[in-house]
Every structure is written in C-alpha cells, then in structure tokens.
C-alpha cells in the first residue's frame, strides 16, 4: 500500500512540473483572460513595416521597422468591451525621405524627449535629437492614428507614439 502511494504521488508531482509562467498562463485561460495578463512583459516586437508604410503617410518607404502594440486599458479586466490600442513604432527612414520630410514641416525639438520602451529602446542610437511638427500631426495622425512623430532626420529615424481606436 505504501509503495502505491509512492508511486501515485511521484506521478501527480511529475505531472504537475510547470514553470511559473506555465502556471500563470494556464491560470489565465482557466479564467478566460488574454494569456498576456499571464506574464507582465509579454509584449513582443515586431518587424513588418508595410502595415506602417499604409497607415502612416509621408514617410516613404521604411527600410527598417520595430514595433509593438498593447491595450492602453487593462488586457486582463473582466470588463466586456473594445480596448484602444497603443503602439510604439521605430522606423529606420530612406535618407531621401527622412530629408524630404524634415524640410516639408516646421520641426524643433520637444518639450520633453519621448519615453520609449525599452523592447524598442536598443534600435534607438546614442544621441538621437528628437524634433516634433504640430503641422505633420495634424496634416497625417488625426484618425484612426493619434499621436505624435518624433524625427531624427541626421539619423533617418522616426519613433511613433501611437493610440488607434
């Protein structure tokens, strides 16, 4: 009798092996939640660039892309309804383009620089200077995109701050 509980008990314990984020994201589903509410930093980048070239005018075609999206509200709330989603997007211009535009826009420098995340923070060089143009935001990012373009012409570099609803 004793061997059986033994053995019934190394199996339920050899069975129940998860890691931690296992746990948490059968957890999640056992609970009909997104399994993103499983594990806190669960945002992946990604590297697709022609969803942006047709969402984002006047920025040609870019030759590099890092992004992420998350729900701006709280992915793992019980609440029913649609979340807005929020996006950060790195892109790596054509030095054509990158001229183009920041002569086609009055920029200067923000008030304050953008606080990028740091999954996309690593495509960001050392002494980037960020400039902003009111006109290019309200000229391109004023539905179903708001937000605000952060340039680096020098650099040919462009950072999104996004919400799409």
């Known amino acids: 009798m004793r061997l059986a509980a033994l053995v019934l008990t190394a199996a339920l314990a050899g069975c129940s092996v998860l890691d931690a984020a296992e746990q948490a994201a059968e957890q999640a ?3 009909g939640l997104p399994a ?3 594990t806190p930093d669960a945002v992946t980048v990604k590297t697709d660039s022609a969803v942006w070239q047709q969402a984002l005018s006047g920025i040609g ?3 590099e892309a890092h992004w ?3 729900p701006a509200a709280n992915a793992c709330s019980r609440a029913p309804g ?3 989603w929020y996006h950060e997007v790195v892109l790596r211009l054509e030095p054509d383009a990158a001229r183009t535009l920041a002569g086609s ?3 200067a420098p923000p008030a ?6 740091a999954k996309l923070a690593e495509f960001v060089p050392a002494g980037t200077a960020w400039s902003r143009s009111d006109a290019y935001e309200q000229a391109h ?3 179903p995109w708001f937000g605000a373009l952060y340039l680096d012409a020098a650099h040919g570099l462009a950072y999104f701050d996004l919400n799409q609803s």
């Open 29 to 31: 589903a056992n609970e």
């Open 68 to 70: 992420l999206a998350r």
């Open 105 to 107: 826009y009055q920029w």
């Open 141 to 143: 990012l004023m539905g």
């Open 61 to 63: 075609t870019p030759v």
């Open 112 to 117: 304050e620089a953008p606080k990028i995340h």
């Open 36 to 38: 993103a509410c499983a």
């Open 82 to 84: 649609l979340s807005d």
